[in-house]
């Protein structure tokens, strides 16, 4: 489903939008399932917690199809296409991975995807299972992707521009359904919340951006998902 000037225009201003469409159960099922094996397996590359668990697999593109299949899938792909215009690449270096938030996770952590709104990224979080304010949604800060181009992406919160701007206070929960859809301006102030349940909390995270029509250069890290690759070069 492609997206209304509304939805469009919501985006522009806050820096997120939850897509108007989910992913099919059978299709969670399906990611959840594919999931759990991977971390079993111990499938490398993979990210571990502090006690040695495995709680993110990374390179989800080059895994099992069910992979590609969900990030390439029309409910992605179509509000994508009325962000960031019809010739749109999959970024394999940013996000590109799934994560696993357990009960005794970290707190909060706020960050950005990126330094700069110059070359910008429109990341999607696909939530696996049911995301509440109990279990740790989501939270973003909303227009901060407007403000303060430069500050580091990690613990955003360290930065002192951000912690005298009175930012901090005005951040939103965002819950969202099992096979749920949220796309972010790379340059929004987000992280995931404390899970404060017993339950677990299964997510994958993934960046888009569109064709770099200035580059004549293939790049490795991209994969073109929709359109094609332009080149509008002076020479």
Not at 69 to 91: D, F, K, N, R
């Amino acid at each position: 489903m492609y997206l209304t000037p509304q939805q469009v225009q919501f985006f522009r201003h806050n820096g997120f939008l939850k897509l108007p469409e989910r992913l099919s159960p059978e299709t969670v099922s399906l990611l959840i399932e594919t999931f759990q094996r991977h971390i079993r397996e111990e499938i490398e590359p993979v990210v571990r917690d502090r006690q040695g668990r495995v709680v993110r697999i990374s390179n989800l593109w080059d895994r099992d199809p069910i992979f590609r299949e969900a990030l390439t899938c029309p409910q992605v792909l179509e509000p994508l296409e009325s962000l960031l215009g019809p010739h749109i690449e999959l970024i394999k270096n940013r996000h590109n991975h799934a994560t696993l938030r357990l009960a005794d996770d970290a707190g909060q952590y706020l960050h950005r995807d990126i330094l700069q709104w110059s070359r910008p990224i429109v990341t999607i979080l696909f939530y696996l299972e049911e995301t509440t304010v109990e279990n740790g949604c989501t939270g973003i800060i909303p227009g901060s992707h407007l403000l303060l181009p430069g500050v580091q992406t990690s613990y955003v919160a360290e930065d002192a521009r951000i912690a005298q701007s009175g930012l901090l206070e005005q951040i939103v929960p965002v819950p969202m359904p099992a096979g749920g859809l949220l796309a972010l301006d790379s340059l929004v102030i987000h992280g995931p919340g404390v899970n404060t349940t017993p339950n677990t909390r299964m997510s994958m995270t993934v960046g888009y951006h569109s064709v770099d029509e200035l580059s004549d250069v293939e790049n490795p890290k991209r994969v073109l998902v929709r359109g094609e690759r332009i080149y509008m070069g002076n020479y």
